[in-house]
């Protein structure tokens, strides 16, 4: 079974703080997705990583940043937390393969609140 | 770039009826769509998926889904519900950069 681990299910975070959610997947994937997720807007993509050190923007990568030095893991950052980041936060990971590339592989999600 | 609608924001269904979800996607050749549940506090648990080939596919929990491409639907039903298929449920269709998109989600309420 793939298991995508995320390092805090809940965060409690004042605005302005530096903030760091951690992704583990152990099942060899070479992408790696950060979402967030709102009421009424579905997920929306942060960043995605197709490789080591590879990151590419998503549909609303303002305000945030990522790292991916290690194959398993990858870091989402909140330079500076706003209260307009107070989300909650999915990590996914898919291998490569036609079509299976799109076969994502979810964590528990991490319910930042910003106050 | 693709898109995916899903028309109905919540559903609900009592226990032992039929349930369909309705999906509808927009893409210039042909997806790979999925669908997904989410338990409340949960991630997303992948139902089933659709590559190409029969159009009826059939996933996880009894849920199958049929992939019509002249009303670019990929609609999901169960022939009888039971309570613990209440659940937010996305559908999503993949293009060709590696991305999904995901629908607004349909909640599903179960009576008893």
């Known amino acids: 079974d793939v298991k995508v681990t995320q390092s805090s299910r809940y965060l409690v975070k004042r605005t302005g703080e530096k903030v760091f959610l951690e992704c583990v997947q152990d099942m060899d994937h070479e992408n790696m997705f950060w979402y967030r997720q709102d009421p009424g807007l579905g997920l929306r993509l942060i960043y995605f990583?197709?490789?080591?050190?590879?990151?590419e923007k998503g549909d609303i990568p303002e305000g945030y940043s990522v790292s991916r030095e290690k194959k398993e893991r990858f870091s989402l950052i909140l330079e500076s937390a706003s209260t307009n980041q107070t989300s909650m936060y999915l990590c996914?990971?898919?291998?490569?393969?036609?079509?299976?590339?799109?076969?994502?592989?979810f964590g528990p999600g991490t319910r930042l609140t910003v106050t | 770039a693709q898109s995916v609608t899903q028309p109905d924001i919540h559903i609900t269904v009592s226990e032992g009826a039929s349930l369909e979800l309705r999906c509808n996607y927009s893409?210039?050749?042909?997806?790979?769509l999925f669908w997904y549940v989410q338990s409340p506090g949960q991630g997303l648990q992948l139902l089933l998926k659709y590559f190409s080939g029969d159009t009826l596919v059939q996933g996880i929990k009894g849920f199958e889904a049929e992939f019509k491409r002249s009303q670019s639907s990929f609609n999901l039903r169960k022939p009888s519900v039971h309570w613990s298929d209440a659940a937010e449920y996305f559908c999503?269709?993949?293009?060709?950069?590696?991305?999904?998109?995901f629908g607004a989600g349909t909640t599903v309420t179960v009576r008893a």
């Open positions: 893409y210039g050749a042909t997806p790979y």
């Open positions: 996914a990971s898919s291998p490569t393969g036609q079509g299976y590339s799109y076969e994502q592989y």
């Open positions: 990583s197709y490789d080591v050190k590879m990151k």
């Open positions: 999503a269709v993949g293009g060709n950069d590696y991305k999904l998109s």
